[in-house]
T-cell receptor, first 109, second 114 residues
Framework: DAKTTQPNSMESNEEEPVHLPCNHSTISGTDYIHWYRQLPSQGPEYVIHGLTSNVNNRMASLAIAEDRKSSTLILHRATLRDAAVYYC??????????FGTGTRLTIIP | DVKVTQSSRYLVKRTGEKVFLECVQDMDHENMFWYRQDPGLGLRLIYF???????EKGDIPEGYSVSREKKERFSLILESASTNQTSMYLC?????????????FGPGTRLTVT
């Protein structure tokens, strides 16, 4: 049970912003929202995480809804190297994270 | 840079063989994890360990065992490999301390059991 819902796939044009949605309507008060991505032929890599407030780092931004039932990962300017499967995960800390099937992001040159 | 290495990228074994998958991390992480990844099913946790000689079952432990004799090394053991264990196996590690939320993954081992 992944406990999050994401679209199976999305497409975006190169150099444009990308908004990847995630629904986690049953999230508990202590669950963090984590995002990982998996590039082709590689293991997943951490992107960002947050609890209540919006978060920014060098890779992306995370916008969390006020009721915490959904969130959006924002890639500000997509490049071809951002083509990957993106996983939205809810959990406490860094233990026993449950990965679903994620969103396959295709970047169109 | 954190490095998680796995002993093989590709492995082919026969049904009934005992298979060892090795994972080593160089960041002094307390937690280590074994996942398997199958098309349409995402990543599923097999076992994890939060300290030397400690282990806990994940979501799909049947048919697998693990060993953690040293902090940096976590082994996944298939006692008698079966064709339904053909999969991509991913190892990960992380700190256990509060405020540490990132798991670092190895490149994966693609195991084929014939």
């Amino acid at each position: 049970d992944a406990k999050t819902t994401q679209p199976n796939s999305m497409e975006s044009n190169e150099e444009e912003p990308v908004h990847l949605p995630c629904n986690h309507s049953t999230i508990s008060g202590t669950d963090y929202i984590h995002w990982y991505r998996q590039l082709p032929s590689q293991g997943p890599e951490y992107v960002i995480h947050g609890l209540t407030s919006n978060v920014n780092n060098r890779m992306a931004s995370l916008a969390i809804a006020e009721d915490r039932k959904s969130s959006t990962l924002i890639l500000h300017r997509a490049t071809l190297r951002d083509a990957a499967v993106y996983y939205c995960i809810r959990g406490f800390g860094n233990e026993k994270l449950t990965f679903g099937t994620g969103t396959r992001l295709t970047i169109i040159p | 840079d954190v490095k998680v290495t796995q002993s093989s990228r590709y492995l082919v074994k026969r049904t009934g063989e005992k298979v060892f998958l090795e994972c080593v991390q160089d960041m002094d992480h307390e937690n280590m994890f074994w996942y398997r990844q199958d098309p349409g099913l995402g990543l599923r946790l097999i076992y994890f360990s939060y300290d030397v000689k400690m282990k806990e079952k994940g979501d799909i432990p049947e048919g697998y065992s693990v060993s953690r004799e040293k902090k940096e090394r976590f082994s996944l053991i298939l006692e008698s490999a079966s064709t339904n264990q053909t999969s991509m196996y991913l190892c990960a590690s992380s700190f256990r301390t509060a405020g540490s939320y990132e798991q670092y993954f190895g490149p994966g081992t693609r195991l084929t059991v014939t």
